[in-house]
């Protein structure tokens, strides 16, 4: 069965009543690939002919979402990141996610009716279940969520929708692999013998340092560990001590502390201590 929300202004579509705005009828297949098509075939033929204005007894319809408010919120945005010197690669990164995910669902509707701004925006999410993550629509409805507050404040809109919310779990990022650290530190190496500068050596011990600290996303405060950070321990069935960073206000933790590996103990640890 399809169904999509289409307002209560329209009565009917190709002879088929609209009830309660909501508009809907049988695919008459039982097969699920299929019943996917038509109603993405049925999606797009209506809301085609609802931008046109072809349902709405000829008359297009006033309101421009992308036009009215996308626009100049993007072109806001961009002058903001302008006078402040900021990078336009995650702005160019939103605007693109909006137009060739978002627009199509919000481009012709009556953004003052929060109800169907809504419900719009909830065929959005739907749409995107298909094929993405909760943590990916999260990002979504952030820009969603953004245009509209912009569109308030500017008095473009008179009330704000629900926006969805999902629960965004924090995968973790895994650390490089071996292999990927010692391709790394090889490509360092081979820089310093290049140029020859001591740059590129400090640069080959801290990334040895990250590898053997194995703290994941260990962050900035990696670039500052002072000599008290480091305790160490001694066992008589190791040549070396066994070493202890402990890094503090991490990201995720007030303090989060590990041991060195026994190899850059053995190569590294005396002189960096000194």
Known sequence: HFVMYVGTILKEINNKKVMNGNFGHSLKTKVLREAEQ???NNYKDITDKINSGELKNGQKSKFNFDKDIVDRYFDYRKKDYQANNRSMSNLRKEKSQYYNYCS???INIDYNDDVVMEHSIYDLVNYLKQTRKDTTITKYMNIISQVCKF???KGLIKALPNIPKFSRINEEVPPYFAKDIKQI??????????TEDRFFLMLYDYIGFLSA???NRA???SLSVKKFQFSEAKDKEFLHPIVKCKLY??????RIEDVLEPWFVDQYYPKLIK
Not at 186 to 193: F, K, T
């Open 38 to 40: 038509q109603a993405k």
């Open 104 to 106: 199509e669902f919000f």
């Open 151 to 153: 569109g308030q404040r």
């Open 185 to 194: 530190r090889n490509q360092i190496m081979e820089e310093y013998r290049k």
């Open 213 to 215: 600290l194995k703290i």
């Open 219 to 221: 962050g900035l405060n």
């Open 249 to 254: 206000n991490t990201k995720n933790k007030d």
